[in-house]
Each structure stands twice: as C-alpha cells, then as structure tokens.
C-alpha cells in the first residue's frame, strides 16, 4: 500500500485564525481524502507553533500570561478543524513536552556533527515574522516581508547553512519534484545562488521558547524549534529509525509561499545535518487577498472562516477556498465571489444535477435502476461515458499536481456534459413513448456518471457527497468497493436538495468578518 504523510504548517498563536490559515489546511485535508480514497494509508497533521518573541509580545499586550494566552488561542485553531471538516491525525502544540525533547535532541545531533557555533549576530530582525535580515536585504526601511524592522545585537549559536549550498542544488537535481509549483522552484534556486550565509538558531533577548542544551541563556530559533514539528508527529526522538519511517519517506508539506525558503531550503540543510533524509516534498501555494486587498486587522477585512461555515456550511467555504485560487497563483477572496460560486456551481449545477437525476428515478421509475442489457444502449451512451471518464482521469492528474483549481474545472465540464445528456436523451419522452427499458438505460448511465462524479468531489464537500451516496443508497464505505461501478440494481432513497441559494442581493447582512 502506498503511504503519504500530509502536513499543514503550524500556525502561530498570536491572533485568530482566518482564511488564509483555513486555505491551507483544508487543501491538505482535500489531499488526504483524495489520498484515502485512492487507498493510500495516510497520515495527516496539523498544529501550532508556539514559541519566540511574537508570541511573547501579544500575550504581553493582551495582558494574559503567556503560556495560558496559547493556550487560549491553540484552541481557537484546534476547534476550526472540526469546524472545517478536517481529518487530522494528530495536532501537535510547540509548547507540549514531546516537541521540547525532540527538539533538544535535534540540537544535540547538530552540535555532535559540528554544525553548531557560537558567534554574534547583528542585523536587523523582524518580529512578526521572526527572522534576520541584512541592511541589503530591507525594502522601503521594512523586511523583505513587509514586517517592520528593529537593529539587534546579540550573541547567538550558528548554523553552517553556508556548507549547504553544493549539498542543496544537488538535492533539487536529483529530486526535480521537490518543491513545487515551478516558479517557486527558481525562487529557491535563485536564493541559493546569491550565496548561503550562516543562520543564526537561537535567541538571548527573549526567554519563552526551548532553552538550548547546556546554555540555557539562550532560547532555539523559533523557526528550528518549529520545523521539528514533523519529525515529533513521527515519534522522533525515540528509537526514531527514519528507515523504517515510511510516513517521512512520503512526506509532503504544504504551506503558503512566504513560508518556502524555511521548507524548501533551512530545513532540508538542518535535516541533512542531524543525518535524516529531507521530506519528499514542498508545496506552495498563493497567497489570499480579501476583497481586495492584504488581510489586516486595521483594514477590518480579515474574514473569519468560522463565519462562513456557519452561515453556507463548510463544504460551500471548501469548495470556494479549492476552486478560486489556481494552484501557486494569488487570489482575491470575496463574500460576492463565494455566493456566485456556491449558487453557480453547488446549486445551479452540481446540486441540481444529483436532484434531477435522484428525483425523475424516483417519481418516473419506481426509484429503481438496474444494469441495461447491452442492447439498449446508444452510441451517444457510449461517447458520454467516455468523455466523464477522459476527464476524471484528468482531473486525477490535477489533484495529484496539487491542481485544486483545474480539478475542480474537470468536475464542473463533468457536471455540464451530464445534464447536456440528460437534455439530448429527454427520458421524458422516452416514459411518455413507453419505451422504458430504454429509459432504465439511460438513467442507468447518468446515475454511474453521476455517482463517479460525486465521488470526485468528496474530497473538496465531504458532506453533500455522503448525503447524495446515501440517497443513492450506495454508503460512502460501498463507494470505495464498488469503485467506478454502482450495483446492477439501485433502490434509491428520498431525494433531498443538499445545496440551497444563498440571496446575494444585500451582501451587508451577511457579518464574515473577525471583529477582534
Ligand atoms: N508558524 C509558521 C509556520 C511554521 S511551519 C513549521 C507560520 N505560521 S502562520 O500562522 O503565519 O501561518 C502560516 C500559513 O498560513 C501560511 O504558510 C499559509 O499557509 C497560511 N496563510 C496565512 N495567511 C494567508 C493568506 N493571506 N493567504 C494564504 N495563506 C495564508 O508561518
């Protein structure tokens, strides 16, 4: 059985979560349903990073005490999985005891393979997103990303990331799919060509982080403290035996872009470092704007994905989420885009289809249809199957590219071509003509197409698809079994409108923002 070990980055702790952190852990959740239902054994996590000066800082200005403000806020994260239908198998925390030995222990190996010194580090530091940059590397006064800038001195422990840059290109040669989409491969590449200089991995000017083995003066880089992440989830350090890890073998991270160059370039150099084998896989995706603009809480548009999934349901904010933004690229999320989408293809389309199909088998034919004998079919029978099925097998290759948009482009032209037949085969007429058996085959056709099409969107809106399975009478656990195929005789069930309209005509009663 093929195995793949799923990651969401871990999300820091220092304000709620919004889209943008919703976007990324359900494209990874939409990767393991996929995943399990091509029969892969998957292992799926998530979590929150906890540490470093940021954290310090907002738990300050909230005027709570810091481990209990991180608490309150990991739970803000940990409760929108459920909210968003995730699947996780795990959720891990920085601050929890098994992190803290994982991390110290990978420290240790550092240190033991001599890949740790202790030097002074002065630059300019950005807090929000807790790293280093030199005087060349500020833009406009500020970070390179976006962050404001403060100048700093201290003494700190160093990594040699400058012997990496051989080791590193090699790498990326011999592994072409490491990072992906290809545009931030170069970006990376590029980065590696100007010249890797020694990275500074740990912190005197701040206490709440993982103390450094033997100097406990010191606090581990956040961004090191937080990469272990993965490696904790697979029960590393004890007896870890990465050759026996097949989930780390199968390891792909999926993270925004901003976040590349920790995944795709620090952290294959750290883990090539302690002697463990880089991850098989970074993916980055676009970055989100709202309505516009750059999600910022003094612009009061940061959209809270809890909102959504209260007022339209978490299959209509996952849908949206999968299909707006095409993979790599940037995208605007809108309240008026979501409702257009969700009323254009949930309702209009997809759920009308299930609904016209369930309901005329109900009402026309006794709820009931069984395998045709092959002479009932048409030739267009056969052309329609064969164009569902070139593009499901399309679709496929999209999702596994991570193509979330394209795959869902596939089930759109799917969804069209089927009421297309429906409306070229009119079985209407063929019920006023009495030729029923002829009618039994056409909506035999039509209900296997339509199953395999609902099938395919499970991924991105679990729940619609388990209710139209189940109004098929074909449980999602038969779905698996029967595969492509429904049984040679389907009873349906009471049909049910799965998706409604949503009255986008006065988009101000609708409240989706965060309002702290
Ligand atoms: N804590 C680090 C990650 C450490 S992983 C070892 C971090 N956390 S974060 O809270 O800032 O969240 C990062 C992730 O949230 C991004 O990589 C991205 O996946 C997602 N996003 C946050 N804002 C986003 C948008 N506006 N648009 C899209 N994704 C965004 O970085």
Aim: glycine residues 6%; proline residues 5%.
């Amino acid at each position: 059985m093929r195995s793949i070990y799923i990651t969401t980055p871990i999300y820091y702790v220092n304000a709620k979560p919004h889209i943008g952190h919703a976007y990324t852990t359900i494209a990874c959740d939409v990767c393991a349903r996929y995943c399990r239902s091509q029969h892969m054994d998957v292992k799926f996590t998530s979590g929150t990073d906890e540490h470093g000066k940021k954290i310090e800082q907002s738990a300050q200005a909230a005027g709570i005490e810091t481990q209990l403000f991180t608490d309150q806020v990991s739970q803000l994260f940990r409760d929108l999985l459920p909210t968003l239908n995730i699947t996780n198998d795990d959720f891990i925390r920085t601050t929890e005891p098994r992190h803290k030995k994982a991390v110290e222990y990978f420290w240790e190996r550092l240190k033991e393979h001599g890949y740790i010194y202790l030097g002074e580090y002065s630059g300019w530091y950005d807090v929000r997103n807790e790293a280093y940059f030199s005087e060349e590397e500020l833009v406009d006064g500020k970070s390179p990303l976006g962050g404001d800038v403060q100048r700093m001195t201290e003494p700190c422990y160093f990594f040699r990331l400058s012997t990496f840059g051989r080791q590193l290109t090699e790498f990326y040669e011999d592994h072409p799919d490491f990072i992906l989409p290809i545009q931030r491969k170069n970006e990376v590449l590029s980065f590696i060509q100007q010249g890797l200089k020694d990275l500074a991995i740990s912190r005197t000017t701040f206490k709440w982080g993982v103390k450094v083995p033997k100097d406990p003066e010191h606090v581990v880089y956040v961004w090191l403290d937080a990469l272990v992440n993965y490696l904790t989830l697979n029960g590393y350090p004890e007896n870890y035996d990465q050759n026996n890890d097949i989930f780390w073998q199968n390891s792909v991270h999926i993270v925004g872009k901003e976040i590349a160059r920790f995944h795709a370039v620090y952290w294959p150099a750290f883990l090539m470092a302690a002697g463990i084998q880089p991850p098989k896989q970074v993916v980055a995706h676009g970055w989100w704007l709202s309505e516009g603009e750059k999600m910022s809480k003094s612009v009061g548009n940061v959209q809270d994905p809890v909102k959504y999934c209260k007022l339209f349901g978490s299959d209509s904010l996952r849908f949206y989420l999968m299909r707006e933004l095409p993979f790599g690229a940037d995208g605007n999320f809108s309240l008026e885009g979501f409702i257009n989408r969700h009323n254009a293809f949930l309702v209009n389309a997809f759920g009308n289809l299930c609904h016209r199909t369930l309901s005329f088998i109900k009402n026309q034919a006794d709820g009931v249809v069984t395998k045709p004998l092959s002479s009932e079919y048409k030739p267009d029978d056969a052309i329609y199957v064969d164009t569902v099925n070139s593009a499901l097998t399309k679709a496929k290759d999209d999702i596994e590219q991570y193509s979330f948009s394209k795959y869902l482009e596939k089930l759109e032209y799917v969804t069209s071509i089927s009421n297309q037949y429906i409306d070229r085969q009119k079985p209407w007429l063929l019920l006023k003509d009495g030729n029923v058996s002829r009618m039994n085959a056409v909506l035999f056709t039509l209900l296997e197409q339509v199953y395999k099409l609902t099938k395919y969107m499970a991924p991105v809106t679990p729940i619609a698809a388990d209710k139209i399975l189940e109004q098929m009478n074909i449980p999602h656990t038969m779905a698996i079994l029967h595969r492509e195929r429904i049984p040679e005789r389907v009873e349906i069930k009471d049909p049910e409108i799965v998706f409604e309209k949503i009255d986008g005509s006065d988009l101000s009663k609708f409240d989706v923002y965060t309002n702290d």
